[in-house]
């Protein structure tokens, strides 16, 4: 389904980063990473493109698996990229105690470690002259799966035209260790939260319908496909619902 050269593809990624950061005037890049595939290969891109000036925050929450950190730590010492650890527990309780916001709310206190986590990104751009590079795939933009001014939020994105799926091919090209590949997806927002269990789809499915879609087949095509009809219509009502995550804050006109 996606058959693309992928060292073409990389090396038009990297000459991407490269291009649009020095266009907007910066000769450094900054981002967030979590220990998981689609950052893990932001980051190589990243250092291919600004080999001496790349670096990574990977900014652990209380509520962060183990792993997370460690794989992070194990791409950042195989590939020499530059990297500070910023826990966020401190800044969770804080603004958890002034919200008061219920423990049990597990959803709300990731969109905050979400939030927490895009402010100390810009925060490092301001301080260090580098530009956010975002680590958000196709799939996860469709189907709006992720964090308003958090996860979604960046000044470029490399990625964001490639469906989670074909992030597993590049990821293989650039060598992402095998810690990483075959972990399950997932945000990391809370103990144990795994994309594909909150979806209620794998990856793999929900991509192959946006294809579909993106093709302009109809609803019986897809489903003639092998598709199943409440796969076809969870994608469907996804992408339509969650839309506006995609667009730039709307200004009246008048």
Same mark, same amino acid.
């Given at each position: 389904? $996606?058959?693309?050269?992928?060292?073409?593809?990389?090396?038009?990624?990297?000459?991407?980063?490269?291009?649009?950061?020095?266009? &907007?005037?910066?000769?450094? @890049?900054?981002?967030?990473?979590?220990?998981? #595939? !689609?950052?893990?290969?932001?980051?190589?891109?990243?250092?291919?493109?600004?080999?001496?000036?790349?670096?990574?925050?990977?900014?652990?929450?209380?509520?962060?698996?183990?792993?997370? #950190?460690? !794989?992070?730590?194990?791409?950042?010492? *195989?590939?020499?990229?530059?990297?500070?650890?910023?826990?966020?527990?401190?800044?969770?309780?804080?603004?958890?105690?002034?919200?008061?916001?219920?423990?049990?709310?597990?959803? &709300?206190?990731?969109?905050?470690?979400? &939030?927490?986590?895009?402010?100390?990104?810009? !925060?490092?751009?301001? /301080?260090?002259?580098?530009? @956010?590079?975002?680590?958000?795939?196709?799939?996860?933009?469709?189907?709006?799966?992720?964090? #308003?001014?958090?996860?979604? /939020?960046?000044?470029?994105?490399?990625?964001?035209?490639?469906?989670?799926?074909?992030?597993?091919?590049?990821?293989?090209?650039?060598?992402?260790? *095998?810690?990483?590949?075959?972990?399950?997806?997932?945000? !990391?927002?809370?103990?144990?939260?795994?994309?594909?269990?909150?979806?209620?789809?794998?990856?793999?499915?929900?991509?192959?319908?946006?294809?579909?879609?993106?093709?302009?087949?109809?609803?019986?095509?897809?489903?003639?496909?092998?598709?199943?009809?409440? /796969?076809?219509? $969870?994608?469907?009502?996804?992408?339509?619902?969650?839309? $506006?995550?995609?667009?730039?804050?709307? #200004?009246?006109?008048?």
């Amino acid at each position: 389904m $996606f058959c693309k050269d992928y060292l073409d593809l990389i090396s038009k990624l990297t000459g991407f980063l490269y291009d649009e950061v020095t266009k &907007r005037g910066f000769s450094s @890049v900054v981002l967030g990473l979590s220990g998981g #595939i !689609d950052s893990a290969v932001v980051a190589l891109l990243c250092k291919r493109a600004f080999p001496n000036s790349t670096h990574t925050l990977l900014m652990p929450s209380f509520s962060s698996s183990k792993s997370s #950190i460690e !794989d992070a730590l194990e791409l950042c010492h *195989q590939f020499k990229i530059s990297h500070t650890i910023i826990p966020l527990e401190n800044m969770q309780k804080s603004f958890i105690n002034t919200l008061e916001i219920p423990k049990t709310s597990l959803m &709300r206190i990731g969109n905050l470690s979400a &939030r927490l986590r895009m402010i100390c990104l810009y !925060d490092y751009s301001f /301080a260090n002259s580098a530009l @956010v590079i975002g680590t958000s795939n196709k799939s996860e933009l469709k189907l709006g799966y992720g964090t #308003i001014y958090g996860d979604l /939020a960046s000044a470029i994105n490399p990625i964001g035209n490639l469906y989670k799926s074909e992030i597993y091919s590049i990821a293989t090209h650039l060598e992402v260790p *095998q810690s990483i590949m075959q972990k399950a997806p997932s945000a !990391d927002l809370y103990e144990g939260q795994s994309d594909e269990a909150e979806l209620g789809y794998s990856y793999l499915e929900l991509d192959t319908i946006m294809t579909f879609l993106e093709k302009g087949l109809e609803d019986e095509e897809i489903l003639k496909k092998g598709c199943s009809k409440e /796969a076809l219509e $969870f994608v469907k009502m996804r992408m339509q619902k969650m839309s $506006f995550k995609q667009e730039m804050p709307l #200004i009246a006109r008048f």
